[in-house]
Every structure is written in structure tokens, then in C-alpha cells.
């Protein structure tokens, strides 16, 4: 597959759809407008925030963007485990001014929700992570001539999301930042974005979007020449001017190296690469006793979002990939200009 078989925008350039308030209509409009495709990422968006999100960066541009949701899961609470982990996190709540733990808050028809939302406001693009949509969903977004991309990290899965109905598939390689997007059978594959997009555009005949590790023009042009009809691109789109990440964060995904990323479980309860810090660390020791994602993610929301707000970096999941040493600040505009080099 070639980079004309990409059939949404001029430029084969996904922004990716990092949640956590890091893509701005700002950003998202900015990519489309600048000939890629802008990508929302609303996995943790109430309802009303993602329609006034969608409505603002529609004010800004006309061109197609994405709104990409987490595939929701439903693990068994395992109390004892939850009241362990717990006691674990009360030292880092505490540095941050709270006397305990919260309770976990959460709302188990967020995605339902949400997935009115998107059909409501009849986006050009829909993605998400964490498994596939029920046929009814798949059959909703189709009639409504959404393209739908899901999350794969192995042949496998790929072929999975071909069957259920997925226009393309991002081939999620170990570089990647973020939650890793594996969901079948139990497996965690570890594959390069290179060997990974090759391997399913040989196997399974479905566009592929490359993803992980990649920042540069030569990056781009190695991904369509193994067979990627597009590539997504998230840690670069952050340093970004129009971007919500802190200005904390920025510097250090400046200065990093790739080797300074880790895969980290102890945020979520479901391996993620970003930046290894101070938690990250001290958390490895329970990894094996980590409540599986979200609960985890529920019990150490409040704990994240006090630290971005204070600007206590050592407490944050800073998520990022491993293409490292070569982001720059600059503009939207200026960065997709670099591409086309």
C-alpha cells in the first residue's frame, strides 16, 4: 500500500488522539487545517465537554477530524487488592495535601455516553484503543459514513478489526507512547512499528496507519515505504505551541532521550510508555499486584490531576513515545511543514 490509498486528507499525518486534555480544538483544528487529520482524544471526557469540544473545533476549521474513545472494560473489583493498593498510594496523596485516598468515582456508561456524543455531531473520523465496537456501534458509524480506525499491536488483532468492520488499522509498534492497545487472548505484543506495519500489510488486507517512535520526515517516508498508508504521530504534536500540556512536561519531552521512556503499569493498570520518574519507580514493586485498568486509573486520578496541577512532575503520568532527541517548539503549521521536506 502506498501513501495515495490514505483517503481523508492531503497529507498521510494522523495527529494522535492523546487523552488528558492535551488535544486542544486549537491543536486538532490546526493539524486538519495544515492538510493532516486532527484527532480528539476524549477517552476520559464527560459528555458535555466532548460536544463542546467537537462544536469548537468544527469553529475552526472545515476540514475532517477525529474523535478517538477508549473500548471500555469491565474487570472484577478485587477489595482487598483495591484497599492494598490503597495504602500504597496514601504517601503520595498526602505529599500532595489530601488525608486519604479518595473513593473511586467513576460512571460506567461514560462511553455509551460519549459514543451519542460522536454520532450526534457526525464527525468524519472515528478511532479508538482497547478492543472493537459492538456490531450495532460498527453498523451506527457506518451509516453515517464515519471512518472508523482501531488500535492493533499484532497481525492478529489487525486481522480481529478487518472482520468487525474497521476501515484501516493503526499499527501500534513498542515505541509508542501511551496506553498500549493490545486486547486479545491475554497477549502484550512487543513488535517495532517498522516490522509490525510490514507484517500486517503483507497479512492482512487492510489500509495500515503506522504509529510509534515517529517524528521526522525520514520516519514518514521508512513507515510508506514499508507499506503504512499513513502515520500517527503524538509525542511531536505535544511540544506543539497550540497543545494543553504543561509547560513542565514539555521540557522534559525536550530533553529526553529515548531510553529515558519506560513501560509503566502502576498509573493505570495497563502498561503505558512514558518518561520514568519518581512514581513510576517506586510503583514497580507492586506491579504484579496493580488492580487491572481502570480501577487503577481511578484510584490514582485525583493523585495525577493535583500534581499536573501543581506542577509536581514526579507524580504525573507523563505519557510519551520513543522518538526522543529530535522534537522541537514550534507551531503547528511549522511542524507539518517539516514533513513535506
Given at each position: 500500500?502506498?501513501?495515495?490509498?490514505?483517503?481523508?486528507t492531503k497529507?498521510p499525518?494522523i495527529?494522535?488522539?492523546m487523552?488528558g486534555?492535551y488535544?486542544t480544538?486549537?491543536?486538532?483544528?490546526a493539524v486538519?487545517?495544515g492538510?493532516?487529520?486532527?484527532s480528539?482524544?476524549?477517552?476520559?471526557?464527560?459528555?458535555e465537554?466532548?460536544?463542546?469540544l467537537i462544536?469548537k473545533?468544527?469553529?475552526?476549521?472545515?476540514k475532517p477530524f477525529?474523535?478517538n474513545l477508549f473500548i471500555p472494560?469491565?474487570?472484577?473489583?478485587d477489595?482487598?487488592q483495591?484497599?492494598?493498593?490503597k495504602k500504597?498510594?496514601?504517601p503520595y496523596?498526602?505529599?500532595?495535601g489530601?488525608?486519604?485516598?479518595?473513593?473511586?468515582a467513576y460512571?460506567?456508561g461514560?462511553f455509551?455516553?460519549?459514543f451519542?456524543?460522536?454520532l450526534?455531531?457526525?464527525v468524519?473520523?472515528?478511532?479508538f484503543t482497547?478492543g472493537?465496537?459492538?456490531p450495532?456501534e460498527m453498523?451506527?458509524?457506518?451509516?453515517?459514513?464515519v471512518?472508523?480506525m482501531g488500535?492493533?499491536?499484532?497481525?492478529?488483532e489487525?486481522?480481529?478489526?478487518?472482520?468487525?468492520?474497521?476501515?484501516?488499522?493503526v499499527?501500534?509498534?513498542?515505541e509508542?507512547?501511551?496506553?498500549r492497545g493490545s486486547f486479545l487472548n491475554?497477549k502484550?505484543?512487543?513488535?517495532p512499528?517498522?516490522?509490525?506495519?510490514r507484517?500486517?500489510?503483507?497479512?492482512?488486507?487492510?489500509p495500515?496507519?503506522?504509529a510509534g517512535g515517529?517524528v521526522?520526515?525520514d520516519d514518514?517516508?521508512?513507515?510508506l515505504?514499508?507499506?503504512a498508508c499513513?502515520?500517527?504521530i503524538?509525542t511531536?504534536f505535544?511540544v506543539?505551541h497550540e497543545s494543553?500540556?504543561?509547560q513542565?512536561?514539555?521540557e522534559l519531552?525536550?530533553k529526553g532521550?529515548?531510553?529515558?521512556t519506560?513501560l509503566?503499569?502502576?498509573?493505570t493498570?495497563?502498561?503505558?510508555?512514558?518518561?520514568?520518574?519518581?512514581?513510576?519507580r517506586?510503583m514497580?514493586v507492586?506491579d504484579?499486584d496493580v488492580?487491572?485498568y481502570p480501577?487503577?486509573?481511578?484510584l490514582t486520578?485525583?493523585?495525577?490531576k493535583?500534581?499536573?496541577?501543581?506542577?509536581?512532575?514526579?507524580f504525573q503520568?507523563l505519557?510519551?513515545g520513543?522518538?526522543?532527541?529530535?522534537l522541537?517548539?514550534?507551531?503547528?503549521?511549522?511542524?507539518l511543514?517539516?514533513?513535506t521536506?
Amino acid at each position: 500500500m502506498t501513501a495515495s490509498r490514505w483517503p481523508l486528507t492531503k497529507l498521510p499525518v494522523i495527529q494522535g488522539p492523546m487523552a488528558g486534555g492535551y488535544t486542544t480544538a486549537e491543536l486538532v483544528a490546526a493539524v486538519s487545517n495544515g492538510g493532516g487529520l486532527g484527532s480528539i482524544g476524549a477517552g476520559y471526557m464527560s459528555p458535555e465537554s466532548l460536544r463542546t469540544l467537537i462544536q469548537k473545533v468544527k469553529d475552526l476549521t472545515t476540514k475532517p477530524f477525529a474523535v478517538n474513545l477508549f473500548i471500555p472494560t469491565s474487570p472484577a473489583v478485587d477489595l482487598p487488592q483495591v484497599e492494598r493498593m490503597k495504602k500504597h498510594l496514601l504517601p503520595y496523596y498526602r505529599q500532595l495535601g489530601f488525608e486519604s485516598v479518595p473513593e473511586l468515582a467513576y460512571d460506567p456508561g461514560l462511553f455509551q455516553k460519549q459514543f451519542a456524543v460522536v454520532l450526534d455531531e457526525k464527525v468524519a473520523a472515528f478511532s479508538f484503543t482497547f478492543g472493537t465496537l459492538k456490531p450495532a456501534e460498527m453498523s451506527a458509524l457506518k451509516s453515517q459514513n464515519v471512518f472508523v480506525m482501531g488500535t492493533a499491536t499484532s497481525v492478529e488483532e489487525a486481522e480481529y478489526l478487518r472482520k468487525h468492520g474497521c476501515d484501516a488499522v493503526v499499527a501500534q509498534g513498542l515505541e509508542a507512547g501511551g496506553h498500549r492497545g493490545s486486547f486479545l487472548n491475554g497477549k502484550f505484543p512487543l513488535v517495532p512499528a517498522l516490522e509490525l506495519v510490514r507484517e500486517i500489510s503483507l497479512k492482512v488486507k487492510v489500509p495500515v496507519i503506522a504509529a510509534g517512535g515517529i517524528v521526522t520526515a525520514d520516519d514518514l517516508r521508512k513507515m510508506l515505504e514499508a507499506g503504512a498508508c499513513a502515520v500517527q504521530i503524538g509525542t511531536a504534536f505535544l511540544v506543539c505551541h497550540e497543545s494543553g500540556a504543561a509547560q513542565e512536561y514539555r521540557e522534559l519531552l525536550l530533553k529526553g532521550k529515548p531510553e529515558d521512556t519506560e513501560l509503566i503499569k502502576g498509573f493505570t493498570g495497563r502498561w503505558a510508555r512514558g518518561l520514568a520518574n519518581r512514581f513510576s519507580r517506586e510503583m514497580k514493586v507492586y506491579d504484579s499486584d496493580v488492580p487491572d485498568y481502570p480501577i487503577q486509573h481511578w484510584l490514582t486520578t485525583p493523585l495525577r490531576k493535583k500534581a499536573q496541577e501543581s506542577g509536581r512532575t514526579e507524580f504525573q503520568s507523563l505519557w510519551s513515545g520513543q522518538g526522543l532527541g529530535s522534537l522541537r517548539p514550534c507551531s503547528v503549521a511549522d511542524y507539518l511543514a517539516t514533513l513535506t521536506q
